[in-house]
Every structure is written in C-alpha cells, then in structure tokens.
C-alpha cells in the first residue's frame, strides 16, 4: 500500500527547496563577553518520566558545553536554566511562568513528554515566546504558531507511523494478517495506537484483539492472557517504557511466545539487554551507526554521549531517538540565532518556517501543518543484542534486514 511516506523520503536524501543550514558541533574556542544568554526550561528529574528525562538532561549538559567552548551565541555563553517538573504537567506550567517572569530567560526549550509540553506551549503562547521542543507526539493540539517540533513525526503521525510499520512487514518474510493492539492510555501512546488500529483496519487486517490500561500499570498478566487466547500473527503495542518489558515477563510466565511485537515508545537499555527482548520492533529517528552517523554533529556528538552516559550509569549508553529529539532541539535555537543574529523570538520564529535546519537526525523543516514538516521516523529492530534500523530501506543499518521469530 503506497503512503505519503514515500515522499517524506525525499528531502531526507536530498535537502531541497529551502535553503539548508547546519552548524558545526565542535570547533576552536571564541572569546566570550557580556551577560549570558539564559534558556530555560524544565525536564522530569523525578517522577515516572525520570529515566527517560535524564537522557535528555545529559544531552543539554553536553550541548551547553561545547557550545560555550566554540563561543556560545552571539559573543555571549550560554546558561542553562533548569528546573524539575517532577513529571507532572500543572507543576511544568507554573516553572514556565516562572522561567519568564521571574528568572527573565532569554529564550524557551520544551520539557519532555507530550503534556508536559502542552503546559510550556500554552505559557509561551501567552508570553510570545519561541519554544523549541522535542517530543510532542500529538501535532493536532500544536496550534501555537511559534512552537517548533523537533521529534520530526510529521503532522499525520497516527497515520503515517503505522503505514511505515506496516509497510516493512508487508515486505517481510512473514506478513500478517491478523493484528492484536494492546494499549497505554499515556496520552501520545493511545493516540498512535487509536491510529494504527484505523491504519490496519484500512488495510484489511483483522483486529483479533483491542486492550488499553491506565498509565502507571504494572500488572500485565491478564493482558498477556488475552493476547495468548487471541493468537494474532502481530502485537502492535501501545507501551512506553517499562510497560514493553514487563507484559514480555507476563507472557513469558504463561509459556506464551508472541509472534512479531512493535513497542511504541520502550525503555531501549532493558529490551536490548534482556533476551525476551530479541527481535522486538520499536521506532526511531536516529540510531547510531551507518548511514544516520553521517548526518550533522552526529560522530563527536556520540563519543560524547557514550562516555558520559556510561560515566552517569545509564542503561544505554547509545544515542538514539531521545537524546537526538534533544540534539536537534539545540541545534536548531544555534542555528536560527546564528543566522538571524538575534534573540528576538518573533525573528526567529519566522526565520525557522522559512529555512530548512540540518540536524543530527537529518533535515528539519517547519513549513507544513502546525510547523511539522517530514515523517522522518524509522523502524528498529533488537538484533544480537543491539537495536539496528531496518526500514526504510536507504536507512537501515548495513547488512541489518526485517526478522521475524
């Protein structure tokens, strides 16, 4: 079945039209004067969003830095003013409202997870502020004109994600014909998974099972039941975190081998190192190795990564989807200020819609629905105990091919 995926694949291997910018990642040192140029923002230090907030913590903490040893913005260094959301959305609106009025930042960068962001978008909205965020997953509810998406899922992500996974297991060894989906109510989880089950049902799938649970569930083992009872040929799995893991332990304690199994948004660490784990299929939009290492910062950005992820004990110490989201956040407020020579937020706002940012996980642009431009999400699978791309085609890691169990 022919999507709009096939044309999302375009400025990926060529950026045209707009021009294409991008700026070094390293470089020798500048000098720097004058009053520091504050970002502020705030990330789930604690709280059930921690772990994956972390990642994105660490990003910033390396950006910052090397940012500020090849000349910060401007002639200025550059600050970072954090805070902790505790991962709660009501707390993120009332940081954000401090950030502006009280702590004076000069500009905004999103907090992690989907309503935590709607919070920061609706202070920015009120204040005019620029916010460049970096894993907003429902683009429908992006109304603000001067908000900027850096997880690049394109305006249609319920639809154009599903056809993408779905596309490469019809291409697969075994292509399915029946589709189990089992479902968080996590906000951006359960609007993928509503969309994959109109996507499969489009396609003449037959849906042998349709499950949600409350976020925050950690008992899987009735789910894994009904998913045993049900037999589908393939689990689309609406989980995002631990949630992956934990209903693989609930099958595996019923003595159920489940057949192919997407997970949404997994915890990439545990399902790579535990064995249940292999041949599990997740998506992405950037995974490190070939041909993804060629795109802009992405080698001097992983040596990075790597040893200071390993140094902070993570579990993965690779960079993928969430520390790239994050990557590219940066990436695109040095880019637009550099170019623009302003901190104005209206100029760079209206800067960004027209140019097109080259960014660790390829060409950004925000011209389209909402200032969504590309789908530029991936599929990836757990093979001999790493996680490797596997379709599209021109992306996947070399010599790494589709699997089934």
């Not at 849906?207 to 037999?231: H, M, T, Y």
């Not at 200071?308 to 790239?324: G, M």
Request: proline share 8%; aromatic share 8%; charged share 20%.
């Amino acid at each position: 079945m022919k999507t709009n995926r096939r044309q999302a694949l375009k400025p990926l291997l060529a950026a045209a039209g707009a021009p294409l910018l991008s700026m070094p990642f390293a470089g020798a040192a500048n000098a720097q004067s004058g009053t520091p140029i504050r970002v502020g923002g705030t990330l789930a230090l604690t709280g059930p969003l921690s772990a994956t907030a972390m990642i994105h913590k660490l990003t910033g903490e390396i950006y910052v830095e090397q940012l500020n040893k090849r000349g910060g913005l401007l002639g200025r260094p550059v600050e970072w003013v954090l805070k902790d959301d505790q991962s709660k959305p009501d707390l993120a609106r009332t940081l954000y409202e401090q950030l502006v009025t009280v702590d004076k930042v000069d500009l905004l960068i999103g907090p992690y997870a989907t309503a935590n962001i709607l919070s920061a978008m609706g202070v920015a909205q009120r204040y005019s502020k620029i916010l460049v965020h970096h894993t907003f997953g429902i683009p429908s509810l992006a109304k603000y004109d001067m908000q900027f998406p850096t997880w690049a899922t394109g305006p249609t992500p319920e639809t154009s994600g599903p056809n993408m996974v779905l596309d490469a297991l019809a291409a697969g060894p075994k292509p399915p014909k029946t589709i189990a989906i089992v479902t968080s109510k996590f906000p951006s989880v359960h609007f993928m998974s509503v969309g994959a089950r109109d996507v499969a049902k489009k396609r003449g799938m037959q849906e042998v099972l349709w499950l949600e649970w409350e976020f925050g569930n950690r008992d899987f083992g009735a789910i894994a039941s009904r998913l045993k009872a049900a037999r589908p040929d393939f689990i689309w799995g609406g989980v995002i975190a631990l949630e992956g893991m934990l209903l693989l332990d609930a099958m595996k304690k019923i003595d159920y081998a489940p057949p192919t199994m997407f997970h949404f948004l997994p915890s990439p660490g545990p399902m790579i190192k535990s064995p249940d784990g292999n041949l599990g299929l997740a998506m992405t939009i950037f995974e490190q190795h070939e041909p993804m290492m060629k795109n802009a910062g992405a080698v001097e950005f992983a040596k990075i990564f790597n040893e200071r992820a390993a140094k902070a004990s993570l579990p993965d110490t690779s960079v993928d989807t969430q520390a790239a989201a994050s990557f590219s956040a940066w990436q695109i407020f040095e880019t637009a200020v550099t170019a623009t020579k302003s901190l104005d937020d209206k100029t760079l706002a209206a800067w960004l819609k027209k140019n097109t940012v080259n960014t660790i996980q390829g060409p950004i642009r925000f011209d389209g629905v909402n200032n969504y431009g590309d789908d530029l999400t991936k599929l990836k699978q757990v093979q001999n105990g790493e996680w490797a791309v596997v379709w599209p085609k021109p992306f996947a890691k070399p010599g790494a091919t589709l699997k089934t169990p």
